[in-house]
């Protein structure tokens, strides 16, 4: 179906209910003094949105607003993940020290949009909206970057972010202009139907498609596009720091899928897809030349990282790079490995970035000594839990970061990329090292006596709970989950 | 009940798990009973499961499967046969007596006996699974107790010996992982399922690979697969060269632990190779075990034989001799013949209880004199009778003197490598010597002589400490004076793997 | 053979662009930087005369040229002792960069050459205004709206991190 403005409105409605809630926010910002307050209103904002996403999710792959954005499964999916990383960063962000310094009306308005933006990368169905929402992911994410006042990091990684990016996109939105003038349309269905004619140049279109893959790499953090991720990680505020980390990655994942899967392949049997729009160009060799460059240098840049938000930020590089694997294929079953990894990603990095942040909470440092002696510290929840995340990130069993691993493994060996497949298992043994740098020092390590009681924050504790009992549930059970993934993968195909 | 008696056995322990992760934390002696406890009815069930093997069949027994994740035909599919029992039974055995030994554990009680609970859980699932994925799943879930017991209740260095316990094991089980997949992908139709991949085994060709360096080397997709496997084994066995590892976990572990990962978790390697290597890939094994793992278990022999003779602190002692111990099995496991493959899953049991005793002996003395300094003691016997007694039984056993268990598996081993292999051996008969000369050694200067006056009041040997220790001892024994009590288990289930091997050898 | 005039004029018109793009990239002085600026935005409106937009022309000139060059040629100028300051940023590896650039070039005019670009065809020139206007409500109505909350929260933004107190 192809719904006009006014028809569209009826199946819109998970956006209009966060868009009135950012308006409704930006309007009580000015009367209301308690800021709870509009945590609190936002995070039902986040809630209804998400019921309204479940429940149209499942609808008939529709195009609406003429074209321009698409509802399918797959759109849902990746709404349904923002989502879920909005609630769990406005969660964080009530308990915790670090937001309470920013302007705290502003912080949640801009963090919402942020989120609104990512529904449209999901979406697009043209390449003016994809440029649209990733700008609009883009500027907010600068300006929630730099919210920490009197605080030099915090601008200086907005800075480097806004630069980074300005360039990423100015990149992306030149290798798109370059489609357009090959296809003559920012439609995906015109594109996908002048590539199928055999595209045009092949230079130019593996030019266009690189420039077009800067732009959305930058928002995966994946090699060479990743110099801004440990700046900002650090910089910015923790709970941010944790949305950025999983729901820009999947906002990247999503966008990436669309314009490279519906817009410029085919899908033929078995879920199998045809790139056709490159056929005398190794287009995987370029993938899986920058899969293993990305997971390689995110895991040797992590080794020797003292500050723990710095190293989530490599380690997140690092699984870009495993995300990226699910491309190789050029089938269902990696992207459908990729979907899986961004669920898993995004409850155990949320976990991971929890930790830090309840520990910058009573310390407020964020460096590997903070965590010395953790567990012995009054703080053996928070410890075990980090334990159980940074597992999982790892890829340990009986944790749903094995699954996903697994799943993306799976599918490349079935692909049989075998090289791809040994690097990445040898990264996951160099990534263990210093996940369980942590560990020990959380658990190995005697407190040294100037290290203080930890209190862990309370209102942090049912979020916490909630997201390991996830991770390890998933590990044993990933039936549904995968199931649910499967069905993401309806695609309104052009 | 006993349609369910292996699930029961390897969830006992987590059951306990939970339990003791509920109980306050500082009732120490609650949570040491309740874990006792929960490793008792893994015990009793392994003696119904002993009573109740059928010896005769092949075929897997006690047989449990459900599915699990249906999409990627992944079930909950465990079973035992002959290898797998005889595991089994000195999986739930050591972790009943372990706990036990444990008792003087007083530092953080409860995360101890909760990781050794879930320790247990891995274990004992390993032996059974019969799914790939549940295999692997259960082979991952014992790193991270084995971690942090290590790292947390071991010696000076334990954080260096945890990690590197973890990154070697790790290595081995992502390689593992790569070459589970891979036959995934080979079957036809897809299965994790192993017993189909071991009927299926002629499915998988050994046409060389057209991919550098294994065109080169003529090797096929069998033989990259067998590698695979192979390497995440021998680090787990530990084969030389990856038994580096070895030395520092072994040493740096608490007694119980030691016990643990020299009775038990070296057993893994071996058996994984028997269990997976030997029947999924048997053209592979055919090619690439013949000479290489006997030579490999030949160099273990002696290489750990003359490291042992060297070390001054008896841990590593035992430790060293547990790598040289381990050469018979592999040895054994190359001979191909019946003799060969029975002595060696013979010595992975014997090796199992008698390198338990001897690290409960030295747990024992370290408990008392707190260093464990082959040269600082002198004339023990005198002072503690009963303890040299026990002492003395072990380190005969481990040397192979005839009557104990250890004589008759070497034995096997060793007629059974004959044939095939003269030269090496008659090297290998040469590490029975060295392992002689080393126990001996030690037994001269820390049991006999003059007693060293410091330790003129050492308290004798105390009656739990007996009580870890009798029923080794008795096993020994009677091994060693009636094999077949262990031999009828593995007989027919040994040969039926071994003959798929045969097969192929050229 | 003859080429027509439109033609000549059009490369003419994309060199001010890019020769004035080169001069802000490049010009050691700031001030100097930013009145180039006004070759780019004029060249650039030029182009969509060319193009036959006519709107988007004179947007182009009243926003770029009339307002946003203004506005940075006050902020330039008004910034205390901007002329002396130290730049301590080093171009380094300028010869490589130089390389890598120009082989970059080469690549991207190969690839811009051996294209059959989907052109467009013959413009008409006529006025367009009504018709961006009905896009913008039509077909084009999500994008607009959306443009709408980029620079809503562009403003938030811009307030928010320009105001350095602490509200209590």
Redesign the interface.
């Known amino acids: 179906m192809d719904l006009g ?1 006014v028809a569209s409105l009826s199946l819109f409605y998970p956006e209009i209910v966060l ?1 009135g809630t950012i308006l409704v926010l ?1 309007i009580l910002d000015l009367v209301v003094a308690n800021k709870r307050a509009m945590a609190y209103l936002g995070l039902a904002g986040c809630l209804v949105a998400l019921g309204a996403t479940v429940d149209l999710y499942g609808t008939e792959p529709t195009l ?3 074209r ?2 698409a509802l399918d499964n797959f759109s849902l999916f990746f709404k349904v993940v923002t989502l879920a990383a909005l609630v769990g960063a406005i969660w964080m962000s009530i308990g915790s020290g670090e937001v309470r ?1 920013v ?1 705290l009306g ?1 912080y949640y ?2 963090l919402l ?1 942020c989120g ?1 933006g990512m529904f ?1 990368m999901a979406s697009a169905n ?1 390449l ?2 994809a440029y ?2 990733l ?2 992911v883009s ?2 994410s ?2 929630l970057t ?2 920490l ?2 605080n030099r990091r915090s601008a200086e990684a ?1 800075l480097k972010y806004l630069i980074y990016g300005g360039v990423a996109s100015g990149t992306m939105i030149y290798g798109m202009s370059w489609v357009f ?4 349309s920012l439609d995906y269905a015109t594109i996908n139907a ?1 590539m199928a004619e055999g595209g ?2 092949q ?2 279109l ?2 266009a498609f690189v420039f077009i893959l800067a732009g959305f790499g930058y928002k995966m953090a994946f090699a060479p596009f990743h110099m801004w991720s440990p700046d900002v990680y650090q910089g910015a505020p923790t709970p941010f720091t944790g949305f950025l980390s999983v729901a820009s990655n999947a906002a990247g994942v999503a966008i990436l899928i669309r314009f490279f899967y519906p817009a410029v392949s085919t899908l033929g049997q078995e879920g199998a897809w045809a790139f056709q729009a490159l056929p005398a160009l190794q287009w995987t060799d370029l993938l899986v030349a920058l899969s293993i460059i990305t997971m390689t240098w995110g895991n040797l840049s992590a080794l020797n990282q003292r500050n723990v938000k710095r190293l989530l930020a490599y380690s997140g590089i690092a699984h870009a790079g495993y995300i990226m694997m699910g491309l190789v294929v050029l089938n269902n079953d990696g992207l459908n490995a990729m979907l899986f990894y961004v669920v898993v990603y995004l409850i155990m990095n949320l976990g991971a970035f929890l930790v830090v942040m309840i520990v910058a909470n009573a310390t407020g440092r964020e460096d590997m000594d903070a965590y010395r002696g953790l567990a012995w510290r009054g703080a053996a929840f928070p410890a075990v839990c980090m334990m159980v995340f940074l ?1 999982s990130l790892t890829g ?3 944790m749903a970061g ?1 699954i996903g691993k ?1 799943l993306l ?2 599918a490349i ?2 692909g049989q990329f ?1 090289v791809l ?2 690097v990445a ?2 990264n ?2 160099v990534s ?2 210093y996940y ?1 740098r942590i ?2 020092t959380m ?2 390590d005697e407190p040294a006596p100037e290290d203080g009681p930890v209190a862990a924050t309370a209102s942090a504790m049912p979020l916490l709970g909630a997201l390991m009992v996830l991770t390890i549930v998933l590990g044993v ?3 549904p989950l ?2 649910y993934t ?1 069905g993401s993968l309806g695609f309104f195909m052009p | 009940m006993t349609e369910h008696v292996l699930s029961y056995m390897v969830f006992f322990p987590l059951a306990g798990m939970l339990i003791v992760l509920c109980l306050p934390s500082d009732r120490h002696d609650l949570i040491r009973w309740v874990s006792a406890a929960a490793t008792v009815p893994p015990l009793l069930l392994g003696i119904w499961l002993y009573a109740n093997f059928d010896t005769t069949t092949t075929g897997m027994q006690f047989v449990e499967r459900a599915a ?5 035909n992944i079930e909950y599919y465990v079973g035992v046969d002959g290898l797998s029992v005889s595991m089994v039974l000195l999986t739930a055995l050591l972790s009943f007596l372990c706990i036990f030994a444990s008792w003087n554990i007083d530092k953080g009680v409860k995360g101890y006996f909760a990781l050794f609970l879930l320790l247990d859980t891995g274990m004992t699932g390993v032996f059974v699974a019969l799914d790939f ?1 549940l295999f ?2 259960f082979w ?2 014992m ?2 107790p084995m ?2 017991l290590i ?2 209740w071991g010696g000076p260095r ?2 260096y010996a ?2 590197k316990f ?2 070697y094991t ?2 081995g089980s ?2 593992m ?2 070459a589970i ?2 036959l ?2 080979y079957s036809e139709p897809n299965t994790f399922d192993m017993t189909k991949l071991m009927d299926r085994s002629s499915l998988f060709s050994t046409e060389p690979l057209g ?1 550098w360096p294994f065109n080169v080397w003529g090797w096929g997709f069998q033989h990259v697969v067998w590698m695979a496997l192979f390497i995440g084994f021998a680090i787990k066995i530990p084969a030389f060269p990856f038994h580096t590892w070895l030395p520092d976990a072994h040493v740096e572990a608490p007694t119980a632990i030691s016990v643990i990962l020299a009775g038990i978790l070296l057993k893994m390697g071996t058996y994984g190779i028997l269990r997976i290597n030997y029947p999924m890939l048997p053209e592979a094994t055919a090619d690439l075990a013949f000479w290489f793992l006997a030579a490999l278990g030949a160099w273990n022999i002696i290489y750990g034989g003359l490291c042992a003779m060297a070390q001054t602190d008896m841990k590593k002692l035992v430790a060293y001799s547990s790598v040289s111990h381990m050469g018979y099995v592999m040895l054994g496991m190359a001979a191909f013949n019946t003799q060969g493959i029975n002595g060696a899953v013979l010595q992975m049991f014997n090796h199992g209880t008698i390198t338990a005793m001897l690290f409960l002996l030295v747990g024992v003395i370290y408990d008392r004199a707190h260093h464990r300094d082959i040269d600082g003691f002198g004339g023990l016997a005198s002072i503690m009778p009963v303890y040299a007694g026990f002492t003395a039984l072990a380190f005969f056993a481990s040397m192979g003197l005839p009557g104990l268990s250890g004589f008759v598996s070497e034995v096997l081993v060793l007629l059974g490598a004959w044939p095939k292999y003269h030269a090496l051996t008659i090297v290998a008969a040469l590490g029975i010597v060295i392992t002689a000369g080393y126990m001996l050694w030690m037994m001269q200067r820390v049991y006999l002589g003059p007693p060293n006056e410091k330790y003129r009041s050492l308290p004798e040997i105390n009656g739990r400490e007996i009580f870890t220790l009798f029923p080794l001892g008795v096993i020994v024994v009677i091994v060693g004076v009636y094999p077949r009590v262990v031999l009828d288990l593995l007989q027919a289930s040994l040969n039926n793997i071994n003959q798929m091997v045969i097969a192929h050898l050229s | 053979m003859e080429i027509p005039i439109h033609v000549l004029v059009f490369y003419l018109v994309a060199l001010v662009v890019v020769g004035s793009a080169c001069i802000v990239a490049f010009s050691r002085n700031i001030v100097h930087s930013a009145f180039s600026l006004l070759g780019t935005f004029g060249g650039v409106a030029a182009l969509y005369v060319f193009l036959g937009a006519d709107f988007v022309a004179a947007v182009q000139v009243l926003i770029y040229v009339g307002g946003i060059l203004v506005l940075i040629l006050f902020a330039v100028m008004l910034t205390h002792r901007i002329s002396d300051i130290d730049i301590t940023n080093r171009t380094v590896g300028r010869i490589p960069g130089l390389v890598a650039g120009a082989v970059f070039l080469g ?2 005019v ?3 050459a ?5 052109k ?1 065809r013959e413009v008409a020139f006529e006025p367009t205004t009504a018709a961006i206007g009905n896009l913008f409500l ?6 607009f709206q ?2 709408a ?2 620079l ?3 403003l ?2 811009a ?3 320009s ?5 209590e």
């Open positions: 403005n868009a930006t609406l607003f003429h321009m954005v310094q302007h502003e308005i801009v949009t609104f449209f043209n003016l909206m649209l929402g700008e609009l500027l907010t600068y300006i730099g919210m006042p009197h907005a003038g090959m296809a003559g002048a045009g140049n230079i130019a593996f030019m597992a340990l069993p009986p094995f697994l493994v799976a060996i079935e075998y497949a040994v298992m040898i996951t043994v263990l090292y369980w560990v020990k658990f190995l059970y990933w039936a995968l199931d499967t | 699990w994740i249906p999409a990627f994925v692997y799943v991952e879930v790193l991270l971690y942090f790292g947390i334990k954080e945890a990690i973890f990154l790790l290595l992502v390689l992982l790569v997949l891979a995934y992908f991919m | 690549i991207l190969y690839a811009i051996g294209t059959d670009w989907a467009a039509g077909e084009y109505l999500l994008p959306i443009a909350v980029v809503l929260v562009a938030i933004g307030i928010t991190l105001r350095k107190e602490i509200k």
